[in-house]
């Protein structure tokens, strides 16, 4: 048989948008297991979005694929933060901002609860002794 004989049939890869890099499909992944960990032992994570080699279309492709959820905060502490659950609670895109509105950061937290929205004791403190002044002045 001759090489001319054998059918030879080009199989053209899925068109991709532009831009995407192939980066982005892997965290889908890493976050299944962070999500487990979560689960089995209560440990959070936290993936800094800004140190991985990702285009805007690969940011844009993440946060389409993880979804929106039920919650958003926004803090306005020295700028914007905004951590916004994703479609997959535990999951939370979160965003920090400067004083000028540019991005500084994006992190992707696995938690219950992000971090930064929980309160510190020493704020929970000045909160209690503010509600006893309030009191003492009835």
Known sequence: MSLDAIPIHVINPPPTEPGLTGNAPPLLRELSELVKRLLASGETSAIDLSALPLT???LDWLQDK???GEI???L??????????TACPGIWWVTHHNEQGAVTSQFIEVAFVP???KAHPEDVQTGQEYLELLISDL
């Open 56 to 58: 805007p279309a690969d």
């Open 66 to 68: 993880l979804g929106a």
């Open 72 to 74: 958003s905060v926004t």
């Open 76 to 85: 306005q502490a020295n700028g914007e933060s905004t951590l916004n659950e």
């Open 115 to 117: 971090e930064l929205v």
